[in-house]
């Protein structure tokens, strides 16, 4: 009789794969290093070292997952041809990389039809407490079958289960090797400084990453300033520098399948317009405008941050903000003429204006703070979402928004992205970063196909000032 215990064996352990009784003479593929005595590798590369397990003879007592064989997708939806085509390219990259879909184009029904597939354990990681919720409701009503969720107080894992990322990653090693299917929903979140490793110390040789808005390669000239501390904590795992699209090719595989807005609208998303209304500084506001404007650029080229630090020079003037005087009173003038432009009277008067034109229909209106949110609110008598705003309340808010008690929600950047506001069809946007995701993310909001009926986005910009190249910043490149 074989004696099991001095047999070679593969083992899941704190987000690792140990073997057990292989000699430090052995040669295990690239992934393993020797350390404490057994060779070690992270979890992420079970995909690729389970073959040579396999071939080696080793005893594989890795995954805790199993085969769900009489899961079945209770939705008789027929899918869009490119809702097929993306998943028939991913399951042809052997169940590994992302899809990028703009907002409304049906990720999660995808989602569901690739978990239909694959039937096995799956564990769905999403950004927010409100998309975990959303979630739990479409996999249940889905699959008709107990879901499990992981967050919080609430632990309980069910072969199909619905987690956060603060908690995927404070729990990854006891998650680590229960599921075969990860599904990363918002995955451009992954990158984050800690989050990336629930990929990393899970074993799950299926990935599927979901967003709107992939992230772009980091400058070269950004990686040559993270911090050394930075780079250490991820380069020994993934062999790569800290560039977001490199990291996430390296844990989840790369992106597989795309599809932009302009792809699918017409027939899968409404059909759009977007307009730009500018408007003009009163003549107090543009006076304390050119004041603080002086203020900030005038620093800025006298200390010839430009001509220093290249494009990481607006970084420096904050680094020297803490602690350099002539540098924090630059720093509070910038803020300033921010203020400035975005809670101009211009902007109150051209909403005022909108919301008498399009009274009849249902409206976005997205700022860049919440001060600004909750003054529009007062003057309109409208409901407003902040971070600030408890879960129950924003429930409340969202449901009698869709029951059409309310016309307009104001909010800054809870609503960007992972809340399902399908009645919107007109969006405000009257201040916001130069990120071009969070333009297409508020773009996102108003373009679920209803009827014939055309989505709009209103950009409000004051004239003359930042706000006109904050404004082009944004836009997306085609």
């Known amino acids: 009789m074989t004696d099991l215990s001095e047999s070679p064996r593969a083992y899941f352990l704190g987000g690792t794969i140990v073997l057990e009784n292989v000699a430090q003479t052995a040669t295990p593929p690239?992934?393993?290093?020797?350390?404490?005595?057994?060779?070690?590798?992270?979890?992420?590369?079970?995909?690729?070292?389970?073959?040579?397990?396999?071939?080696q003879g080793i005893r594989n007592n890795i995954p805790r997952w199993g085969n769900l064989n009489t899961l079945a997708l209770h939705d008789d939806r027929d899918p869009h041809p490119?809702?097929?085509?993306?998943?028939?390219?991913?399951?042809?990259?052997?169940?590994?990389?992302?899809?990028?879909?703009?907002?409304?184009?049906?990720?999660?029904?995808?989602?569901?039809?690739?978990i239909a597939e694959c039937a096995v354990n799956t564990l769905v990681v999403v950004p927010t407490l409100d998309l975990l919720h959303q979630w739990y409701a479409r996999l249940e009503n889905a699959f008709g079958v107990t879901i499990g969720v992981w967050y919080g107080r609430?632990?309980?894992?069910?072969?199909?289960?619905?987690?956060?990322?603060?908690?995927a990653w404070a729990h990854a090693e006891t998650l680590g090797n229960q599921f075969k299917l990860l599904i990363f929903d918002e995955i451009h979140h992954l990158p984050a400084p800690s989050w990336h490793e629930i990929a990393l110390i899970c074993a799950a040789p299926y990935r599927l990453g979901l967003t709107a808005t992939y992230p772009d390669p980091v400058a070269e000239w950004e990686q040559e300033r993270l911090t050394a501390d930075a780079k250490k904590q991820i380069q020994p795992f993934t062999d790569a520098a800290i560039?977001?699209?490199?990291?996430?090719?390296?844990?989840?595989?790369p992106v597989v399948?795309?599809?932009?807005?302009?792809?699918?609208?017409?027939?899968?998303?409404?059909?759009?317009?977007?307009?730009?209304?500018?408007?003009?500084?009163?003549?107090?506001?543009?006076s304390a405008y050119d004041a603080a404007y002086a203020a900030y650029t005038g620093y800025v080229r006298e200390a010839r941050l430009r001509e220093s630090h290249g494009p990481g020079w607006w970084d420096e003037f904050t680094r020297r903000s803490a602690y350099e005087a002539q540098?924090?009173?630059?720093?509070?003038?910038?803020?300033?003429?921010?203020e400035i432009i975005h809670q101009t009277q211009g902007k109150l008067d051209a909403l005022d204006r909108l919301l008498r034109e399009h009274r009849d229909q249902?409206?976005?209106?997205?700022?860049?703070?919440?001060?600004?949110?909750?003054?529009?609110?007062?003057?309109?008598?409208?409901p407003v979402i902040t971070h600030q705003t408890k879960a129950a309340e924003r429930k409340a808010i969202l449901d009698d928004y869709r029951a059409g008690t309310y016309k307009a929600i104001v909010t800054s950047k809870v609503l960007n992205e992972g809340v399902d506001v399908p009645e919107a069809k007109i969006a405000v946007v009257l201040g916001g970063s130069s990120s071009a995701r969070e333009y297409v993310q508020r773009l996102g909001r108003v373009l679920r196909k209803r009827g014939n009926k055309q989505a709009v986005l209103y950009e409000v910009i004051a004239r003359k000032t930042v706000d006109e190249r904050i404004a082009r910043q944004r836009r997306p490149r085609q």
């Open 327 to 338: 540098a924090r009173r630059a720093k509070v003038a910038e803020l300033k003429l921010k």
């Open 257 to 286: 399948y795309r599809k932009k807005i302009d792809d699918l609208t017409g027939r899968q998303l409404a059909e759009y317009r977007t307009e730009r209304i500018r408007v003009d500084l009163t003549p107090e506001e543009r």
């Open 30 to 55: 690239a992934p393993f290093q020797w350390l404490n005595a057994k060779w070690r590798c992270p979890a992420v590369h079970y995909r690729t070292v389970r073959p040579w397990l396999k071939r």
């Open 82 to 114: 490119y809702q097929t085509e993306a998943l028939q390219t991913w399951l042809t990259a052997e169940r590994w990389g992302s899809v990028v879909l703009p907002t409304g184009a049906g990720k999660t029904f995808l989602a569901l039809r690739a």
């Open 154 to 167: 609430e632990k309980r894992l069910e072969p199909v289960t619905v987690t956060t990322y603060p908690s």
């Open 362 to 382: 249902q409206m976005l209106i997205f700022t860049a703070h919440n001060r600004f949110a909750y003054q529009i609110a007062r003057r309109h008598l409208a």
């Open 243 to 253: 560039d977001p699209v490199t990291l996430l090719d390296k844990l989840v595989g």
